[in-house]
Nanobody, 118 residues
Framework: QVQLVESGGGLVQAGGSLRLSCAAS????????MGWFRQAHGKEREFVAA????????NYADSVKGRFTISRDNAKNTVYLQMNNLKPEDTAVYYC???????????WGQGTQVTVSS
């Protein structure tokens, strides 16, 4: 089992920045990939960014490329999402997720609200 706890959400004006954190505990040694997803009100959850704990490689949704950066602190088992130049359309609940392998994320955090005002 893996437990994920997100923090760092809040209200920010368009053009501003926020950094989300996701602290992992439990069987962290089994994690292969951690990712960030978001779900806006009335919309389906969508992929934002992911980081491979094996290779360190990252990938991003087109909508956030060049603005968001995913990174990891190995010592703290924590993944971050630095969000710059935020837009109102980035408003959503952001979820951290982890998987042990394959394509499905097995573990999810509780979510943190990000609201970007225009």
């Amino acid at each position: 089992q893996v437990q994920l706890v997100e923090s760092g959400g809040g209200l920010v004006q368009a053009g501003g920045s926020l950094r989300l954190s996701c602290a992992a505990s439990g069987r962290t040694f089994s994690i292969s990939t951690m990712g960030w997803f978001r779900q806006a009100h009335g919309k389906e959850r969508e992929f934002v960014a992911a980081n491979s704990w094996y290779t360190g490689s990252t990938n991003y949704a087109d909508s956030v490329k060049g603005r968001f950066t995913i990174s990891r602190d190995n010592a703290k088992n924590t993944v971050y999402l630095q969000m710059n130049n935020l837009k109102p359309e980035d408003t959503a609940v952001y979820y951290c997720a982890a998987r042990f392998g394959g394509n499905e994320y097995q573990y999810w955090g509780q979510g943190t609200q990000v609201t970007v005002s225009s």
